[in-house]
């Protein structure tokens, strides 16, 4: 059994599985939570309660006055900013530990099909490094709006994305940042990607004028003109970053 105290390691598996559930889940009954617990040989309510550590550090749930759990450790807050101020590195790093602890192979872990994939060499580790940060950026996105599009609230997973903000070519530094994601429909990604719509510094949806109002169908009017002016539903947790909605609105989308 392990000590009390929690190490850097199981942290960031711990921080891993934060990032990856909605914030109202993180309860002693969540399957995820129970499963974790066993990994790391600790009690449904020790990784419960450590996850609710985490929630107290959370600007985006602080701004919304809810505190997460007390008494956290100084290694807590280490782990956090370890994560905020290198999201690619801790991001693998937290997948590559949840395998080791596991004794799967990275690429089981994070759900990647491996037939497509060079046999060996760095070709191999560096496109695996990316898929496995690339799947985790979305499930952190996703996670923090409940699973579901902050434009239209739909809430079929199949038919989500993970849409960065700033793109990814564009910002290594951020690539795997949650808060430079977005939870968005299918066709709704495709448009904030192709600068058809943004969002504002106020977290409203603006379309762009490169559509003519009158010159539009139903379906244009149904799919994006409804929701002109409109405000997303913003994330429980990770809010988008500003400076990330600075660059869509004068970057990418077409004014």
């Known amino acids: ?9 199981e942290l960031i598996i711990a921080f891993n599985l934060y990032c990856k559930i909605p914030f109202g889940t993180i309860h002693i009954h969540n399957p995820q939570i129970i499963v974790l617990a066993k990994i790391l040989g600790r009690t449904p309510s020790a990784v419960s309660w450590k996850l609710a550590n985490f929630a107290r550090l959370d600007p985006s749930l602080q701004n919304r006055n809810i505190a997460g759990a007390s008494h956290g450790s100084k290694l807590d807050v280490e782990v956090w900013n370890e994560f ?3 999201w690619e590195k801790l991001g693998f790093e937290s997948e590559k530990l949840l395998a080791e602890k596991t004794g799967k192979r990275i690429e089981t872990i994070a759900d990647i099909e491996i037939f497509d994939l060079p046999k060996a060499g760095k070709e191999r580790e560096s496109l695996v490094k990316v898929r496995v940060n690339q ?4 499930k952190a996105v996703l996670a923090a709006y409940d699973f579901k599009c902050c434009i239209t609230g739909l809430g079929i997973p199949e038919l989500l994305n993970a849409s960065h903000i700033v793109p990814w070519s564009k910002d290594e530094i951020n690539r795997v940042n949650p808060r430079n994601g977005l939870c968005l429909n299918t066709i709704h990604d495709r448009a904030f990607d192709r600068g058809l719509l943004t969002i504002t510094l106020e977290f409203k949806i603006k379309i762009s004028k ?6 539009v169908d139903g379906a244009v009017q149904d799919f994006l003109f409804r929701y002109d002016g409109s405000e997303i539903k913003l994330p429980t947790r990770f809010l988008p970053d500003t400076n990330f909605l600075k660059y869509h609105n004068k970057s990418v989308f077409r004014t």
């Open 1 to 9: 059994m392990p000590s009390n105290n929690w190490t850097r390691e």
């Open 84 to 86: 905020n101020n290198d």
């Open 135 to 138: 799947g985790f950026f979305r």
């Open 210 to 215: 490169s559509i003519k109002r009158n010159d």
